[in-house]
């Protein structure tokens, strides 16, 4: 059971960390130092390759063209810099993004909120709103019809 467990969450099982029983749960380990979270890191809403990932489809989302590679960096201030590039290598955009937040901006000074889930336009909130009203008035429609239907019979 457990070489079933360990192939079917990790593929081949290189990628999982040790543990140990613990008082009332397990203990997960790292296999290094390096890859132990400091307290402020441990207060980011993601890892700095999540972060990464999401400027790469913000940018995407953006402009209709993607990036091919990151590089993300640790500022002084404690923010994070990504940077994204191309498949030559040319530099396409530049976020500082908080990583307590995932907010921040790009290279343009235009602010940009990395953990975007959803969407957020006022044309598809109003679509929306204009589709659900008209189903409404379709059910609407069908039970009057319903209605009238009874009474004839």
Same mark, same amino acid.
């Given at each position: 059971?457990?070489?079933?467990?360990?192939?079917?969450?990790?593929?081949?099982?290189?990628?999982?960390? $040790?543990?140990?029983?613990?008082?009332?749960?397990?203990?997960?380990?790292?296999?290094?130092?390096?890859?132990?979270? /400091?307290?402020?890191?441990? $207060?980011?809403?993601?890892?700095?390759?999540?972060?990464?990932?999401?400027?790469?489809?913000?940018?995407?989302?953006?402009?209709?063209?993607?990036? /091919?590679?990151? /590089?993300?960096?640790?500022?002084?201030?404690?923010?994070?810099?990504?940077?994204?590039?191309?498949?030559?290598?040319?530099?396409?955009?530049?976020? /500082?993004?908080?990583?307590?937040?995932?907010?921040?901006?790009?290279?343009?000074?235009?602010?940009?909120?990395?953990?975007?889930?959803?969407?957020?336009?006022?044309?598809?909130?109003?679509?929306?709103?204009?589709?659900?009203?008209?189903?409404?008035?379709?059910?609407?429609?069908?039970?009057?019809?319903?209605?009238?239907?009874?009474?004839?019979?």
């Amino acid at each position: 059971m457990i070489l079933i467990d360990l192939l079917f969450y990790t593929k081949d099982g290189t990628d999982l960390n $040790s543990w140990s029983k613990g008082e009332k749960s397990p203990v997960f380990t790292a296999e290094n130092s390096s890859e132990t979270k /400091t307290d402020d890191e441990k $207060s980011n809403i993601a890892s700095d390759e999540v972060l990464g990932s999401w400027a790469l489809k913000d940018y995407l989302r953006k402009n209709n063209v993607g990036g /091919t590679d990151i /590089t993300i960096k640790h500022s002084s201030d404690g923010n994070r810099e990504i940077t994204i590039y191309d498949s030559t290598g040319k530099a396409l955009e530049k976020y /500082t993004v908080d990583p307590k937040t995932g907010k921040g901006v790009n290279s343009a000074n235009e602010a940009v909120d990395l953990p975007q889930t959803g969407d957020n336009s006022l044309t598809h909130i109003i679509i929306m709103t204009i589709a659900m009203a008209m189903l409404g008035l379709g059910i609407l429609c069908l039970k009057s019809n319903l209605k009238i239907r009874r009474k004839e019979e």
